[in-house]
């Protein structure tokens, strides 16, 4: 860097005093428009952005230093400015260093002037917190194309920025950050672009209201609580809104979110009661900040303008609450000296009257975050124990959070020891009202002290329950006739939340939502969502709420003695039938009545249509994709109808085949009908592709639907509106068969037919009862006849099909032999390594199984074997896995990208189950499989650790995710593929 003749060699500083209004060196400019020279020439100041200087303090002047990464060149000085000299328009970065005579003097301090210099002040800074100016700055900033834009740059940044305090008075931007800059020059703050997210924002409420600095870019702090909340008017007394106790004697209280001063009341009302120890629990999961109001903190949170009354939720994952109110906490201090020392607040989102509110911040000390408010009384009494606990709003806790809760727990022996002299801490819970979340963990609590006591609490003859017995939904019936003492669990769960019920009661609230679900008549839409799907979800989330308390309680049940030796997370995995039932909550389907079609709520479509003949054996057999396993009594094919199964049965059984016995086997989940000789489903008129689901826990259930909606529809004989293959039509019913009737009808001329009904759902695994109900059927068949055929058949011959025809020929080789498996062929084919099936998680199945890999090369045969015969549909159950992940990422929106994610999900799941009965059907096999392949995951696999491996499906060697998606656990992707998210057509039971 070139230096002032005579100045570095006297050893001068190239820059003069502070004081001075003299600044020397050189004059580098970036291409701005023309400005005239203090002499007159014309001249244009400004610096490219990765020079910097600095004025010095006292004597000599300071390194320039490393901004943004740039690298800037040192001379042990001060940096220097610099001058283009234009005498014509020229391209931009063509600089003519020209030195200027000392001193230069500049005009009067002019924030005009200074912002298009594009003076950098580097240093020691006036504020080094890490913000942002409003996007839209940015994009001005980086879009820098000609002389003009960047001639406006700087006064378009002041004027976004609203900087109105009386110090900042020149903002200067570029591409690397803007620089604020005081008139005098002695202080400087530079504001960088790496958290876009900590926006330097203004916004309003209304016209009428005055605007300010939003946090986070676009939220307002609002008073978290206020009196019409603090129903039973505990304010006053006990320091905190709702403050209450449970009964039955169980030291477990709740109240709504208290100010500091409150809280400090709550601790002493607790000290004063006996309660020598405390556990309190923060259940909030929305960031809430404590500001200075007098001599007191009092509790805001930031929300958002289009719902003031609504709290942040549903945080992204691996983003702490605590984190976040800290940055909260940094912008409100930084956007209080930018407005002379105050910040805006609103204390009444009713009326607006006097909104916003200002208050003074001095320092970061005017504001706390919870975590100060909540941990810090540990220093004044050391038996006081603080725990974060967020907890959601609607629906039940993920397993994780029932791990930290019982993790905190562990930390306090009086909990763990049935001492009675080392009696259990007091529980203290918290969210904003002290209502929903505060229940929640109350309850928790109280189940937890239920098990240390040894004794159900007692019903309390003063407040004799306020509604009487209801019928129990069908999933909790189901929990009790599954589970060994699941009466007894669900009644204590019961009693435990009756007496956590002083503000809300959790299970009659289930009841309340389904009442409103029930009364309404017509579906109408509301800001273009369904009246009658938002109350199902609310109905189905209070659901899930009270299913996961029994859960828990099943979990304390078995785990409590054992010190909870098993985490809640880790024991739900040894529990997989849990899964089961919760994804089964909405049996909604299993009321479902013929008016739905008579009234074109729900349509007919024939088969014909979403399901091709790709083999093209309709001609010859009267039925799509009839085919045959090579060299084995096993077939596969789509939905016949009465007509086209007789034409099956034939070709069965004549001289060639000579099969006297025959086991068919339907897979099909859904309703099927069979109206004037064709076979017919219900579908959505919106949705006429998308098969909609039955769950059944039997398959007589789906038969009696299926008689259920003939009846209706032979009793309406009205003309109804049908798809065909490639037209609508109306049509009469003159005819109605179900599944059960077509087969009965043939049992007459086919007196060996057998037929089953075994609902498999599409494209997953089947379950662990339906393994148990094809090899029991087949094990049956085969017993009277080993030369039995069998026949599967789904809609269109092609995944439930396969799936039980891989499942059939395994069974068959276990009773037959397993042939020699050939030699591995080499695969020169992209993604060689995924198409053969050898995904991480599966080979960590494989790792596990006893002779893992042979099981899977026996299950890979077994799909070779069938594939050949259906060549033309390209479809091969282990193949067809990185096909649709590879379809997923490049999907055209992000609903078929979810949909084609749970799809390959789902196949993966699927081939690791194969295996897994692959390796069962080896290990019992000397017990001749007495006991069930559902048992057998239970008792074996699960402890194994199989399920935690499901738990965590996906595919880590093909992709990094910072989060994992709900898809990935058995929970949400159970529950996704139950038909979740199908409009509500019956009742809930």
């Keep these: 860097m070139a230096v002032l003749p005579g100045r570095e060699a006297a050893g001068h500083s190239a820059v003069p005093s502070a004081d001075s209004s003299h600044f020397g060196g050189w004059l580098q400019g970036s291409s701005f428009s023309p400005l005239p020279s203090p002499d007159g020439r014309e001249a244009v100041l400004g610096i490219q ?8 303090r006292g004597q000599g002047g300071r390194k320039p230093v490393r901004r943004a990464g740039r690298k800037l060149e040192s001379t042990g000085r001060a940096g220097f400015v610099f001058l283009r000299k234009w005498a014509s328009p020229c391209r931009a970065g063509a600089a003519e260093k020209i030195p200027l005579p000392l001193p230069f003097s500049l005009p009067p301090p002019n924030p005009v002037f200074l912002s298009l210099c594009s003076l950098w002040m580097m240093g020691t800074t006036a504020s080094t917190a890490q913000q942002t100016v409003s996007a839209s700055a940015f994009e001005s900033v980086h879009g820098i194309g000609t002389m003009e834009d960047q001639r406006s740059l700087s006064i378009h940044s002041f004027q976004t920025l609203g900087l109105h305090n009386s110090k900042a008075k020149s903002i200067i931007t570029n591409k690397v950050a803007p620089v604020v800059i005081t008139y005098n020059c002695r202080e400087e703050f530079q504001i960088h672009d790496d958290l876009l997210k900590a926006n330097y924002t203004v916004g309003r409420i209304s016209e009428a209201t005055l605007e300010h600095y939003l946090v986070q870019g676009k939220y307002f702090m609002v008073r978290d609580v206020y009196s019409k909340l603090d129903v039973l008017n505990t304010t006053g007394s006990c320091g905190a ?44 999961e929305e960031p809430v900040l404590f500001l200075r109001v007098e001599s007191d903190f009092v509790p805001y949170t930031p929300r958002g303008k289009e719902n003031l009354h609504e709290n942040l939720h549903s945080l992204r994952k691996g983003l702490r609450v605590e984190d976040l109110e800290l940055t909260i906490r940094k912008e409100i201090h930084d956007f209080a000296q930018l407005s002379e020392g105050v910040y805006y607040v609103y204390n009444d989102i009713e009326r607006f009257r006097d909104e916003p509110h200002t208050v003074r911040v001095q320092g970061e000390e005017d504001i706390h975050v919870t975590e100060e408010v909540y941990r810090r009384p540990i220093f004044l009494l050391p038996t006081y124990r603080y725990h974060r606990l967020p907890l959601p709003v609607d629906g039940a806790p993920l397993e994780e959070q029932f ?174 039938e849990l899964y089961r039932l919760q994804a089964s909550m909405n049996s909604s389907e299993l009321t479902i009545t013929g008016d739905l079609i008579t009234k074109g709520t729900r349509v007919l479509v024939v088969d014909e249509r979403f399901c091709p003949d790709v083999l093209s054996t309709v001609k010859e057999m009267s039925v799509a994709n009839f085919r045959r396993v090579p060299k084995m009594p096993i077939y596969g094919t789509a939905q016949p109808s009465s007509k086209a199964l007789g034409s099956v049965l034939r070709y069965l059984t004549d001289a060639k085949r000579k099969h006297s016995h025959i086991l068919w086997v339907s897979l099909r989940e859904e309703v099927v009908l069979e109206g004037n000789e064709q076979i017919y489903t219900l579908r959505e008129p919106g949705s006429l592709d998308q098969l909609i689901p039955v769950p059944v826990s039997t398959p007589e259930q789906l038969e009696k639907l299926e008689s259920t909606l003939k009846g209706d529809l032979l009793k309406s004989q009205k003309w109804l509106e049908v798809y065909l293959e490639a037209e609508k039509q109306m049509k009469m019913f003159k005819s109605c068969l179900t599944t059960q009737e077509i087969f009965n009808q043939h049992k007459s001329t ?76 080499i695969v020169s084919v992209p993604d060689a390594k995924y198409t053969k099936g050898e995904f991480e998680v599966v080979m960590k199945v494989v790792q596990l199984l006893p002779d893992g890999h042979r099981m899977k090369k026996e299950v890979d045969m077994a799909l070779d074997t069938v594939s050949e015969t259906m060549t033309p549909m390209h479809y091969h159950l282990r193949e067809i896995i990185i096909c649709t992940y590879r379809q997923g990422r490049s999907g055209k929106d992000e609903q078929e990208r979810r949909l084609l994610r749970l799809r390959s999900l789902q196949y993966l799941e699927r081939y690791i189950y194969l295996i897994l009965f692959n390796a069962y059907l080896h290990l019992e096999k000397k017990d001749s499989w007495q006991r069930p392949f559902s048992l057998w995951m239970c008792e074996v696999a699960a402890v194994a650790g199989v399920y935690e491996l499901l738990d965590g499906l996906g595919f880590p060697e093909l992709e990094q995710l910072e989060d994992e998606e709900p898809l990935q656990r058995l929970r949400g992707r159970w529950r996704a593929q139950s038909g979740a998210g199908w409009p509500s057509r019956g009742n809930l039971v």
């Design 403 to 576: 791990d930290a809760f019982i993790c905190f727990l562990r930390e306090s022996p009086g909990l763990l020891l049935r001492d009675p002299s080392c009696p259990p801490p007091a529980l203290l819970f918290s969210c904003q009202t002290g209502v929903g979340r505060t229940n929640l963990g109350m309850a928790l609590g109280t189940l937890i002290l239920y098990h240390h006591r040894g004794a159900a609490p007692k019903p309390d003859p003063l407040h004799p329950p306020k509604t009487p017995p209801r019928a129990r939904f069908r999933v909790i019936q189901s929990f009790i006739e599954m589970v060994p003492k699941g009466q007894q669990m669900v009644e204590e769960v019961d009693s435990v939340i009756a007496s956590c019920s002083e503000m809300h009661d959790m299970k009659e609230a289930v009841y309340e939502s389904k009442k409103k679900l029930e009364g309404i008549g017509e579906d109408y839409q509301i800001q273009g969502n369904s009246t009658k799907d938002y109350f199902l979800q609310r109905t189905l989330q209070s659901l899930e709420r009270y299913f996961y308390l029994i859960a828990f309680n099943y979990y304390l049940h078995e785990q409590y003695p054992l010190g909870f030796a098993l985490s809640f997370s880790r024991w739900m995995c040894r529990h997989p």
């Design 241 to 284: 809104p709702n403050f209450r106790q449970a009964k039955g004697g169980y030291a477990v209280f709740g109240m709504g979110q208290p100010s500091l001063n409150g809280f400090k009341l709550v601790l002493q009302k607790l000290q004063r009661e006996g309660h020598k120890e405390c556990v309190f629990f923060c259940v909030r």
């Design 49 to 56: 952005p990765w020079w910097g200087w600095t004025l010095p």
């Design 750 to 825: 086919c007196q060996g037919l057998t037929y089953r009904r075994i609902p498999i759902p599409d494209f997953c695994a089947p379950k662990e009862q339906d393994f148990d109900r094809l090899l029991e059927a087949m094990k049956t068949a085969l017993a009277e006849d080993s030369r039995t055929a069998f026949v599967f058949n789904c809609a269109s011959g092609r995944g439930r099909t396969t799936t039980a025809m891989v499942i059939a020929v395994l069974t068959l080789w276990h009773f037959n032999g397993i042939p020699e498996m050939s030699e591995e062929e």
